[in-house]
């Protein structure tokens, strides 16, 4: 298996996506907007439309062939789907060069198998989510190669959030809380604004309203340096508790006193 060490170069880097999708849109727009990398150092490919234009919006250039990517780019972050993973890593890897540091934010597929099918060792496991398109992503990264190559992985995706490295065995855990996490909340904000609309409040200010207190909230249980007990503790005034359980993760059909 090809091992090198040659640094990647952090002031020249290209960074590329294989895999034009969601999250390969949440990076780089994180990216792009931190000022990390500017647009034109970044590249991925598609032949559909309708992802080249999302990408294109914010002057990131779209290759036609997942070959392209890889000559142009010195680190490839493969964010396809996992069950075309091994096949798109396979193809690609007559074109893999010592040289380049791979990435990869797939869930559920092994470093050990993804280095496999590359026929290389640089790879690097990174478990994001997609709040990374506003900077305020939770990233994990996984063994990496060389500390260096970890410094510039970590670098990257502290620029687009937060980052924490964990051991391997428990990125399935990671993937179910934090990777997969912005979908529970989109669904409590949504439950919120739903149970203010049912208590008679216009849409758009129920939605405001929801979005915003779970954005207060959440920045409270990151600064405050209380447990999120406490913080609940010290809204809820006797009689409240029940409200907070009744409504707890359900939409429901809230009934104005
Ligand atoms: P997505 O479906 O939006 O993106 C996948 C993209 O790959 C699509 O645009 C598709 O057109 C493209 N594609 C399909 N076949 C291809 C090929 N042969 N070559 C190149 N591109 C091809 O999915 P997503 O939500 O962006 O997820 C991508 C990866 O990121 C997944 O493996 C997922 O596990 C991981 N991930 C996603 C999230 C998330 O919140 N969406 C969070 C963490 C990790």
């Known amino acids: 298996m090809a091992m090198s060490s040659i640094p990647i170069p952090s002031d020249t880097f290209k960074l590329g996506f294989i895999g034009a999708g969601k999250m390969a849109e949440s990076i780089a727009r994180g990216v792009v907007t931190s000022g990390v990398l500017p647009p034109s150092r970044i590249h991925t490919a598609h032949l559909g439309t309708h992802r080249r234009d999302a990408f294109q919006s914010f002057g990131i250039s779209v290759f036609d062939h997942n070959h392209q990517v890889v000559e142009e780019c010195d680190v490839i972050i493969f964010s396809v789907k996992p069950q075309i993973v091994k096949e798109v890593v396979s193809e690609l890897r007559p074109k893999l060069s010592a040289k380049q540091l791979l990435v990869s934010v797939v869930a559920g597929t092994k470093l050990k198998d993804l280095q496999e099918w590359a026929g290389h060792d640089r790879f690097i496991r990174v478990m994001p989510n997609t709040p990374a398109a506003v900077g305020m992503a939770a990233s994990v990264l996984g063994r990496t190669a060389t500390e260096e190559d970890g410094e510039l992985i970590e670098r990257l995706f ?71 007990a406490q913080l609940k503790d010290d809204v809820a005034s006797p009689g409240v508790q029940q409200l907070l359980a009744f409504m707890s993760w359900r939409k429901v059909d809230f009934v104005a006193p």
């Open 158 to 228: 502290g620029a687009i959030g937060k980052v924490w490295r964990a051991n391997e065995k428990l990125f399935d855990a990671i993937t179910g809380l934090s990777g997969s996490g912005p979908a529970y909340m989109f669904l409590a904000i949504e439950a919120l604004a739903d149970g203010g609309v049912a208590a008679g409040l216009p849409r758009e200010l129920a939605k405001g309203l929801a979005a915003q207190t779970v954005l207060g909230a959440a920045s409270m249980a990151v600064n405050s340096g209380k447990h999120p």
